[in-house]
C-alpha cells in the first residue's frame, strides 16, 4: 500500500500515540493516562478546534474540544476514548504490545498496526480528528463539531455520567458519532444498531482462615477452590441457560419475522472458528451463532484464582478462592437489578462451611437506535459511497454503558460508525488495526458530515 505524504504523517501520529502505555485500570500507569490527555488535547488543537482542555476529574481526565462555526447549524458530538486495556498476559504477544509494529497479514495484506489500542479505540477515535482535520483544510464547515474523549472507558466510565450531567449546555447537539464497534467484513460494511448491557461481579469463597495442609485437612473441611467450582456450575444448565431465578423475566424477545432478518446476515462459520482457533461452536441451545453473541443475555467467568499456582507443587487447601463474571444483557434487562438477582442466587448456594463475598464492579443498559434517522441514513450513504456496497444493520454483541446514558442525559441519539474487524484481536494479545480498516474510516467520516449536514437541512425546511 503507497501511502501519500499525508497518510504517511498520519501514521506516524497514530503510531506515536500508540506508545503511550495509557492503561486506566493500571495505577503505576497514571502518569502515562494523563500523558496520554494531554497528547489528544494537542492533537485538537493542531487539528483545528477553535478551543480544548482537560477536563480533570477523581480519575482520569476527559479531553473536550469544540469547533463552533454557526449556532445555526447542526452540532455533531465525538466520542471516543484514549485509554486502553491492560496488555497481559505479556508473554502472548509477538511484539511489545506499546511498541507498534506494521505487519502484513493474509486479513491485511496492506498491513496492520500491532500495539494495545491499535483499533479499541485509539485508532478508531483518531479517525475523527484526521478526517476533522482534512475537512477543515477544504472549507469551513457548515456545522459545529465537539469532541469528547475519555481516559476511563476500559475501567467503566465511573466518573463521565457525572460530567455529562454537570456540561449538558457544553455538550449540546444534534447528534453523537461513535467508532468503538466493527463492521462485517472489509468488504461488507455494517452499522450497529443496538448493543448489549453489561453487570460485572467478583466473588470471592473463604473456607478456612489459612491455607490449610491437604493431608492433615483433606477430605475433612470445605476447599474453597472446590467449592467456587461447583457454585459456578449451578449458574448454567446443560443448555447454557442461565439458571439465576428471574435472569430472562424482561428479556425483549425478537419476533420470528425479526430473526429471520437477522438470519441474512452474512456469517462464514468456518471462517469464524478458524479466526480463534476453534473446530466447534457452543451456545444457548435454539439459537444461532450470531444471535448468541449479540440478541441473546449471557454469562461468562472472565478470571478464576486462588490456592498455589507457582512452578512446582505445594499441597494445600487455600483460605480463599476467587472468580470475576461478566454477564452480558439485553433489551428490557436492567444491569443493577441483574447485579441484584446474581448476588442473591450465588449465596443461596453456598454450601456451610464457607462465606460467600460479592462485589458489583460496574455496569451498564443495553442500547438500540432505529434505522430510520437522518443520522443512521447519512452512514449509510457515507459507507455505500466509500466501500461501493451498502452496508447491513446489526446489533452488536459487545457493551458501550456511556451510549444509553447519553441518550438520557443529552436526549440524543448515537450513531455507531465502526470499522473495526472481530479478528482484530481487541482487548487481546496481538491487538491490531489494518490500514485499509484505518485510512477508509477517515475517507467514509468526511461523507458521513456531507450527507448529515444535507439531510438535517432538508428536514428543517420539512
Known amino acids: 500500500m503507497k501511502l501519500t505524504a499525508t497518510q504517511n504523517r498520519f501514521l506516524e501520529e497514530w503510531i506515536a500515540f500508540l506508545k503511550i502505555p495509557s492503561v486506566s485500570a493500571d495505577p503505576t500507569h497514571k502518569k502515562d493516562v494523563q500523558t496520554a490527555a494531554h497528547w489528544v488535547h494537542d492533537t485538537l488543537q493542531k487539528a483545528g478546534c477553535q478551543s480544548s482542555e482537560i477536563i480533570q476529574t477523581p480519575g482520569h481526565p476527559i479531553v473536550y474540544g469544540e469547533y463552533l462555526e454557526n449556532p445555526e447549524y447542526p452540532t455533531v458530538l465525538v466520542y471516543g476514548h484514549y485509554d486502553v486495556q491492560p496488555p497481559d498476559p505479556l508473554e502472548l504477544w509477538d511484539s511489545p504490545p506499546f511498541e507498534p509494529v506494521i505487519k502484513k497479514t493474509p486479513l491485511h495484506p496492506q498491513g496492520a498496526v500491532f500495539a494495545r489500542g491499535a483499533c479499541d479505540d485509539k485508532g478508531q477515535m483518531f479517525m475523527h480528528i484526521k478526517a ?5 483544510e477544504k472549507a469551513p464547515l457548515a456545522c459545529n463539531v465537539k469532541f469528547m474523549i475519555e481516559g476511563e472507558e476500559e475501567v467503566g466510565s465511573d466518573n463521565l455520567e457525572d460530567f455529562v450531567k454537570s456540561n ?56 474453597p477452590i472446590n467449592v467456587l467450582c461447583e457454585m459456578i456450575s449451578q449458574l448454567r444448565d446443560d443448555n447454557k441457560k442461565i439458571l439465576i431465578p428471574g435472569f430472562y423475566d424482561k428479556v425483549l424477545e425478537l419476533s420470528e419475522s425479526e430473526r429471520k432478518e437477522m438470519a441474512k446476515i452474512p456469517l462464514d462459520l468456518d471462517a469464524f472458528k478458524n479466526s480463534i482457533g476453534l473446530d466447534a461452536v457452543a451456545g444457548e441451545e435454539g439459537f444461532s451463532t450470531e444471535e448468541r453473541r449479540s440478541i441473546r443475555p449471557t454469562l461468562d467467568v472472565n478470571g478464576i484464582w486462588g490456592g498455589y499456582i507457582g512452578e512446582g507443587a505445594k499441597t494445600v487447601i487455600p483460605s480463599k478462592a476467587h472468580a470475576k463474571i461478566s454477564m452480558r444483557l439485553v433489551p428490557n434487562q436492567n444491569w443493577e437489578e441483574i447485579s441484584e438477582l446474581f448476588t442473591s442466587y450465588f449465596k443461596s448456594i453456598a454450601p456451610a462451611g464457607v462465606k460467600v463475598d460479592v462485589t458489583t464492579h460496574h455496569g451498564g443498559y443495553p442500547y438500540v437506535t432505529p434505522s430510520d434517522t437522518i443520522g443512521y441514513q447519512a452512514a449509510h450513504q457515507a459507507y455505500l459511497e466509500t466501500f461501493g456496497i451498502a452496508p447491513v ?19 440524543v441519539k448515537s450513531i455507531l460508525m465502526g470499522f473495526g474487524l472481530d479478528s482484530d484481536a481487541i482487548h487481546s494479545p496481538n491487538e491490531h488495526y489494518g490500514l485499509f480498516n484505518f485510512f477508509k474510516g477517515i475517507e467514509t467520516i468526511p461523507r458521513f458530515y456531507e450527507h448529515y449536514i444535507r439531510l438535517w437541512k432538508e428536514k428543517q425546511l420539512v
Do not use: W
Open 132 to 136: 476533522f482535520e482534512l475537512m477543515l
Open 168 to 223: 449538558k449546555e457544553k455538550l449540546q447537539c444534534d447528534i453523537i458519532l461513535i467508532s468503538d464497534t466493527g463492521m462485517l467484513a472489509q468488504d461488507q460494511p455494517s452499522i450497529t444498531t443496538g448493543l448489549r448491557g453489561l453487570s460485572y461481579m467478583e466473588v470471592c469463597v473463604t473456607g478456612p482462615n489459612r491455607d490449610l495442609h491437604s493431608g492433615l485437612y483433606g477430605g475433612s473441611v470445605q476447599n
Open 393 to 411: 444493520p446489526k446489533r452488536g454483541g459487545g457493551s458501550i454503558p456511556i451510549v444509553p446514558m447519553f441518550e438520557n442525559e443529552l436526549g
